[in-house]
């Protein structure tokens, strides 16, 4: 007598072809390992987060992979571990995010809360940036290249970001802080970032201001 046929549990081909697990988890994505930075706030009741900003940091600059931006934006940076941080001293900033160069991808504050990357900022008629904002730090160095690595994070995290919230602005540092900040600067490649996303031309800064 044939042996009876073993009995699947029907969870496991259910599972397999159920949904994809959620994206975010309040305003924390998934795929971003969580680091809890005290620099943050609230964002205004009425904020319309619409616009995506763009950043480069290294620390000391051209420095990769030293975990000093992660110190940076949970305020433990020593200061005095290198020249460069005197000038820093006592600073508090954070990012949403941070991609470092291999493409890993770090998570200080909820994107449903104020992150404090913009700094004095205008940008499509509205002042403050960081009130409407999300801000996502590439390791690099300002007008210098990024790795392939990287954008392929970072727009996985457009796009996540862009399901959640109604985005219709991508904006460097620099565009944002015209004049007063360069960063990411020459070396980023927003048209790849545009082909990536398969997002419209009124997203992006007009060329000749930040575009190649
Ligand atoms: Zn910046």
């Known amino acids: 007598m044939a042996p009876t046929a073993p009995i699947l549990p029907m969870t496991a081909t259910k599972s397999e072809s159920g949904p994809a697990p959620a994206l975010w988890r309040g305003g924390w994505y998934r795929y971003a390992r969580a680091l809890k930075s005290p620099n943050k706030g609230l964002r205004p009741a009425n904020a319309r987060v619409d616009l995506i900003v763009v950043h480069s940091i290294s620390l000391p600059p051209g420095e990769f992979g030293t975990q000093n931006v992660q110190r940076l934006f ?114 980023f490649d927003w048209p790849f970032l545009q082909r990536c996303l398969a997002a419209p031309d009124r997203y992006f800064p007009e060329p000749g201001r930040g575009r190649r």
């Open 74 to 187: 949970t305020n433990q940076l020593d200061w005095d571990a290198h020249p460069y941080f005197k000038g820093l001293r006592g600073l508090q900033v954070s990012a949403h995010f941070f991609i470092a160069r291999s493409g890993e991808l770090w998570q200080f504050v909820s994107c449903d809360e104020r992150a404090w990357h913009a700094g004095q900022s205008s940008y499509r008629g509205r002042d403050n940036c960081n009130d409407d904002s999300i801000g996502i730090e590439l390791e690099g160095l300002e007008g210098g290249i990024f790795e392939t690595l990287q954008y392929e994070t970072l727009a996985g995290l457009c796009a996540a970001v862009m399901a959640r919230y109604p985005i219709e602005h991508l904006a460097g540092h620099e565009h944002i802080a015209a004049g007063r900040k360069q960063d990411p600067g020459p070396g």
